[in-house]
């Protein structure tokens, strides 16, 4: 039987989130990760422009982060 090894950071990734905008919450022993619902609906206004016009580069690596 084999141990999974856990990835070991030496930074946080600089696409991370600022502060209350994401929780972590356990269910089943498993981390849930939830956007706040201002990151939700961020997500959801650029996700309906993408569908009817082009974003911006800055709006396409916001969507992508």
């Known amino acids: ?3 999974p090894l ?3 950071l030496h930074s946080l990734p600089a ?4 502060e209350g905008a994401i929780s972590i919450e356990l ?3 498993i981390p849930i990760f939830r956007a706040s619902s ?3 609906n961020r997500i959801t206004a650029l996700l309906a422009k993408q ?3 082009l ?3 800055e709006e396409e690596q916001e969507l992508a982060s």
Do not use: A, D, N
């Not at 696409?15 to 600022?18: D, G, I, K, N, V």
């Open 1 to 3: 039987m084999t141990t």
């Open 6 to 8: 856990l990835l070991t």
């Open 15 to 18: 696409t991370l989130p600022l």
């Open 27 to 29: 269910q089943e022993g």
């Open 38 to 40: 201002i990151v939700q």
């Open 51 to 53: 569908k009817i016009s």
């Open 55 to 57: 974003l911006t580069p």
